[in-house]
C-alpha cells in the first residue's frame, strides 16, 4: 500500500505560478511511476504529466506543454509539479497517483490522493 497527500494548492491569477507537492508513505521502496492528473468541474479526469523511477518523463499533456514540469526526491519520496503561465482553464482538482508499470493510463493507477484544489481566476 501507498499513501499519497497532495498539497499546494490554491487561488492564483492568470500567468501566476503554483507547485503542487505529493508525499507519499507506505511501500515507498517499490519503484512507482507517479503522475499526475486533473478533474475539472463537469469533465473527467486527465491525464496531465507522469515521472517514472529512474526520473524519466513521459510527454506531457498537449494542453500543459511547456508550462508545467514534473519532477521527484526519491530520498523525500515527494514528486512536484510545477505549473507556470498558469490559464482558467487550468482550474480543477489535482491529483496525484502511483502505479507500479511504465503507464499514463489513469486505469493503471491504483494508488491516488485526495487531491488539492487549484483555481486560476481571469
Known amino acids: 500500500q501507498v499513501q499519497l497527500v497532495e498539497s499546494g494548492g490554491g487561488l492564483v491569477q492568470a500567468g501566476g505560478s503554483l507547485r503542487l507537492s505529493c508525499a507519499a508513505s507506505?511501500?515507498?521502496?517499490?519503484?512507482?511511476?507517479m503522475g499526475w492528473f486533473r478533474q475539472a468541474p463537469g469533465k473527467e479526469r486527465e491525464f496531465v504529466a507522469a515521472?517514472?523511477?529512474?526520473?524519466?518523463?513521459?510527454p506531457y499533456a498537449d494542453s500543459v506543454k511547456g508550462r508545467f514540469t514534473i519532477s521527484r526526491d526519491n530520498v523525500k519520496n515527494t514528486v512536484y509539479l510545477q505549473m507556470n503561465s498558469l490559464k482558467p482553464e487550468d482550474t480543477a482538482v489535482y491529483y496525484c497517483?502511483?502505479?507500479?508499470?511504465?503507464?499514463?493510463?489513469?486505469?493503471?493507477?491504483?494508488?491516488w490522493g485526495q487531491g488539492t484544489q487549484v483555481t486560476v481566476s481571469s
Open positions: 497517483a502511483a502505479a507500479s508499470g511504465t503507464t499514463t493510463r489513469i486505469v493503471d493507477y491504483a494508488y
Open positions: 507506505g511501500r515507498t521502496r517499490d519503484s512507482y511511476n
Open positions: 515521472i517514472a523511477w529512474n526520473g524519466y518523463r513521459y
